[in-house]
């Protein structure tokens, strides 16, 4: 897999930090003041078949507790590929998760940013994107996006705070799993998994 180098060690700063500034600069883009908590990230870690053939791609890392949880389940790193649009957050988890994938680019457009690059179709997608600051058609876009660049039948992972699914529910073009609301999560999340209908 290409692997898009961002050069420069970041400056040590703590990860909440690193997420307010991000926010403050660009609210709609990162959509969180903060990361994930662990067990908000092992959730959605755990909705992934380490075992699985094929990449594991990783939408909006962040700083990575996601992409922890990812390695501790048992994905080798190589297997990951992650797509950050922020170039700090990117040069961050090149330094923090050696071996690992990371390319600099809109994940919104995922099909794009990664044309050509995958040997083979993916076997999650797993999002932290912030999906309630874009217009309903983009979200859709890049769940079908994701199902084109993925097995039959794989997840695309996606954590919300809300109380409803971030894609609108279509019965007829995808299944939807919601987790039980991750209490110990700040603020309490939930966890949506969508399958694709077609094969």
Not at 2 to 11: A, F, M, N, Q, T
Not at 158 to 167: K, N
């Amino acid at each position: 897999m290409l692997h898009r180098s961002c050069s420069d060690s970041p400056k040590s700063r703590p990860d909440e930090v690193r997420f307010l500034q991000s926010w403050l600069q660009d609210p709609l883009r990162t959509g969180a003041v903060s990361p994930s908590g662990r067990a908000l990230a092992r959730t959605m870690a755990g909705y992934v078949d380490p075992d699985s053939d094929g990449p594991i791609i990783e939408l909006g890392p962040g700083t990575g507790p996601v992409t922890a949880a990812l390695l501790a389940r048992g994905v080798a790193p190589e297997r990951l590929v992650l797509i950050e649009y922020n170039p700090e957050f990117c040069k961050l988890l090149q330094a923090r998760f050696p071996g690992v994938n990371v390319i600099r680019g809109d994940a919104y457009g995922i099909s794009k940013t990664l044309d050509g690059m995958l040997d083979k179709p993916a076997a999650a997608v797993v999002s932290s994107l912030p999906l309630f600051t874009r217009p309903v058609a983009e979200r859709y876009s890049l769940l079908d996006q994701s199902f084109e660049l993925s097995r039959p039948q794989a997840p695309f992972i996606q954590f919300t705070y809300a109380v409803v699914s971030p894609v609108p529910l279509q019965a007829e073009r995808f299944d939807a799993h919601r987790s039980p609301r991750v209490w110990a999560n700040l603020p309490p999340a939930r966890v949506w998994v969508y399958r694709s209908r077609t094969a």
